[in-house]
């Protein structure tokens, strides 16, 4: 790192080439080190998007612009056996101590192929040189944690019977997942006991002491049965699809809150509109898709901004979740 005597100053990686005329504009008398860390601070926010689609996501671009981010380098098509190359580009053109300017950001529709790159990204740095990074494929992350915030709104999720509709889709694995984090006891349901079953056994893993158990939502009936007894459903079906129809809801007793996903008709809980927002249907407050997408925006603009906060974060699941609750 160049100390700022001389002209013979040795040009690294981490030199500034640019700070001698930058002192001379704003006083020649500052000490190297106020202007080093003035620089600093007027760095510009550099966002590296990584996405496995071919075109990278137009939603997360102008998330991050909202969110205060100076320059979107927007990468599609990535596989993970380019990751490594594409953050090395990120580390190694600033300084350790201007590394928290640049952060990663990892879309893509697929959601477990972007949970290859981001666990390639982590592989690629060593030491202090790393940038923060945030796995927010199709939205799983920030969806999940908006859709458990609402329930935890207005139930007490530690002991709570909780049953996740559809529970084995990349925004149910996590929903489940943060459920079991807070101490409910999750229902997972799916058309077939054996997915419900699987995807028990992982998120066990991940969240040790987690009180799962495996359901069936394979028709109305059975999507009934699993909500009956429960205090909060979450729906977390594809667009289009209906899990349980109109009329369910108010027969199952001591339920409290309902969430829907689906913003596409038909909704995944007949008795949940899309715009619901903490909307009393008798006893049960009720969330659908949109009700619930004001806090997925503000979760992901937040995590977004927190990434330029420090160099060395790593927001996934539990972390976006946590950032959900601060707000
Ligand atoms: N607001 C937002 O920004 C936002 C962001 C992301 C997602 N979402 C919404 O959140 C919901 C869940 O997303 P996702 O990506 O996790 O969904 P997904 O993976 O497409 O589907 C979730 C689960 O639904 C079940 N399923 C699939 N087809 C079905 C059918 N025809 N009938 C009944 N069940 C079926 C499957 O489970 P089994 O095979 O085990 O039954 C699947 O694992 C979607 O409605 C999506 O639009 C919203």
Redesign the pocket.
Known sequence: MWNGGGDAAPHSTFDIPHLKSLRRVVDPRLPVTSYQSLTSMSLKKILVCLDADPQPSVFDGVVAVDSGVDFLFRHGGVAAAQVRDLVYGAMFTRGPQELKNTAVFIGGSDVTVAEGLLKAATEAFFGPMRVSVMLDA???NT?AAAAVLAARRHVPLSGAIVTVL?G?????RRVVRLLASEGARVRVA???LT??EGTCDKISRIVPGADLTAWT?ENAMAAATAVEGAQAVIA????G?E?LPKGYLAQAAGLQAAID????PAH?LGDVAPTDKATHHGAIVCYG?LG??GT?MKIHKAAIAKLFTRNDLVLDADEIYAIGKEL
């Not at 996903?261 to 596409?264: D, H, P, T, Y």
């Open positions: 199709n939205g799983a969806t559809a084995t889709g990349a925004v149910g799916s058309r077939k997915h419900a939502n977390c079906g594809p667009p699809v899990l996903l689906n913003a596409v995944g898709a619930v997408g997925k």
